[in-house]
T-cell receptor, first 113, second 117 residues
Framework: NAGVTQTPKFQVLKTGQSMTLQCAQD?????MSWYRQDPGMGLRLIHY???????DQGEVPNGYNVSRSTTEDFPLRLLSAAPSQTSVYFC????????????FGPGTRLTVT | AQKITQTQPGMFVQEKEAVTLDCTYD???????LFWYKQPSSGEMIFLIY??????QNATEGRYSLNFQKARKSANLVISASQLGDSAMYFC??????????????FGSGTRLLVRP
């Protein structure tokens, strides 16, 4: 079991560029989510999905798109990168049973110049 | 209003001593869960412990215990016998309800713990 994997680990973008952060899990979890962590702060929810084909917005969705065509993958798209999107991005998945514990990926550190 | 409040930005503890990290929460939902995560300098998020709102006993996981005081809306993390490897950021988080929205975690701003040898 690889758990939750994210690629790339690091990325530098110029303002206005677009890119996709990849997230995959091999635990057959229905629930997946994307968080961002800004310096000195806790994580904030961007988008989440409760199953293939179903997505919804979190606390800070502006500037990001998601889709969920398979149970395993949940990519996050930055449409037109802005310096305010410089952050560390975490993908997480959950079984949705008992505690709803979320398993986090290692994170992607994104810098937008 | 803040849903999760961690009032200690940073704390020191001597190795082998116990330390308490504070967390207060705000919710009107009777069903909720509280989590603690550890984030070492390497950056990954490590799950430590969970307490459900209906759990009668305080949760324990090895050297970690959660001091759950429902009436005070507090869920403090107690680390016993601190080790140098406990130096990290610690985040308190909450989920609310049992619907799809309960998958959302709301995080506090974290407490940085430094264990002194």
């Amino acid at each position: 079991n690889a758990g939750v994997t994210q690629t790339p680990k690091f990325q530098v973008l110029k303002t206005g560029q677009s890119m996709t952060l990849q997230c995959a899990q091999d635990m057959n979890h229905e629930y997946m989510s994307w968080y961002r962590q800004d310096p000195g702060m806790g994580l904030r929810l961007i988008h989440y999905s409760v199953g293939a084909g179903i997505t919804d917005q979190g606390e800070v969705p502006n500037g990001y798109n998601v889709s969920r065509s398979t149970t395993e993958d949940f990519p996050l798209r930055l449409l037109s990168a802005a310096p305010s999107q410089t952050s560390v991005y975490f993908c997480a998945s959950s079984t949705g049973t008992d505690s709803y514990e979320q398993y986090f990926g290692p994170g992607t550190r994104l810098t937008v110049t | 209003a803040q849903k999760i409040t961690q009032t200690q930005p940073g704390m020191f503890v001597q190795e082998k001593e116990a330390v308490t990290l504070d967390c207060t929460y705000d919710t009107s939902d009777p069903s909720y869960g509280l989590f603690w995560y550890k984030q070492p300098s390497s950056g990954e998020m490590i799950f430590l412990i969970y307490q459900g709102s209906y759990d009668q006993q305080n949760a324990t996981e090895g050297r970690y215990s959660l001091n759950f005081q429902k009436a005070r809306k507090s869920a403090n993390l107690v680390i016993s016998a601190s080790q140098l490897g406990d130096s990290a950021m610690y985040f308190c988080a909450m989920r609310e309800g049992w619907a799809d929205s309960s998958y959302k975690l709301i995080f506090g701003s974290g407490t940085r713990l430094l264990v002194r040898p």
